[in-house]
């Protein structure tokens, strides 16, 4: 069976620090992967997706950026958090024959 | 682009009663999905329930079902039989038709509390 994993479950970080957040996945190949911000009081807003190894697509203007080394892994980075950067980051997949997302458990970034 | 509406921020429900939660859509797609999801306090992202565009019939699964009017662009949940673990915020999402990259569009959620 698949799952996904995400780390870590929080962050407290001070602004202007770096970020780094991990998103895995296993038990399938050649996933799409997503990563969805969720600030306080909002729904789900897209921030990135893949749907290859090195293939992003970027969603929304921002200070973030995001990597897919690894067939299964995807990474969301910042040289430099802002406040407005706080929030719940999901990550998800899917594959090409499903019409429908798999999330993770989340990460709870704060920054002060 | 589309947009998902959902123009309730919290309801609540007494225990074993039904409720409706609202969501409309604004989309020049003619074949998508329609999805709804619940976020318990754990934050985990789970799906409720699906709906093809194409489907005149209206989803079940269990105590949740949909009433989709696709002309309207309007597709509510339905919960019966309201119980204490259905406290979480429920999500209405969109997906174009098509491969499974499409990403989701997501409503601004409604916060459900039952009471008991």
């Known amino acids: 069976s698949q799952t996904i994993h995400q780390w870590p479950a929080t962050l407290v970080q001070p602004v202007g620090s770096p970020l780094s957040l991990e998103c895995t996945v296993e038990?399938?190949?050649?996933?799409?992967l997503y990563w969805y911000r969720q600030a306080a009081g909002r729904g789900l807003q897209l921030l990135f997706y893949s749907v290859g190894i090195g293939q992003i697509s970027s969603e929304v203007p921002q200070n973030l950026s995001a990597s897919r080394p690894q067939d299964r892994q995807f990474i969301l980075s910042s040289k430099k958090l802002l406040l407005s950067d706080s929030g719940f980051y999901l990550c998800?997949?899917?594959?090409?024959?499903?019409?429908?997302?798999?999330f993770g458990p989340g990460t709870r970034l704060t920054v002060l | 682009a589309q947009t998902v509406t959902q123009s309730q921020p919290e309801m609540s429900v007494q225990e074993a009663e039904t409720v409706t939660l609202s969501c409309t859509y604004d989309t020049s797609e003619s074949n998508y999905y329609l999805f709804w999801y619940k976020q318990p306090p754990s934050r985990q992202m789970i799906l409720v329930i699906r709906?093809?565009?194409?489907k005149q019939q209206n989803a079940t699964e269990n105590r949740f079902s949909v009433n989709f009017q696709k002309a309207a662009k309007s597709f509510s949940l339905k919960i019966s039989d309201s119980q204490l673990g259905d406290t979480a915020m429920y999500f209405c999402a969109f997906m174009k038709w098509g491969s499974g990259n499409t990403p989701l569009v997501f409503g601004k959620g409604t916060r459900l509390s039952v009471i008991a």
């Open positions: 038990g399938t190949s050649n996933p799409n």
């Open positions: 998800a997949w899917s594959l090409e024959t499903y019409n429908e997302q798999f």
């Open positions: 709906q093809e565009a194409y």
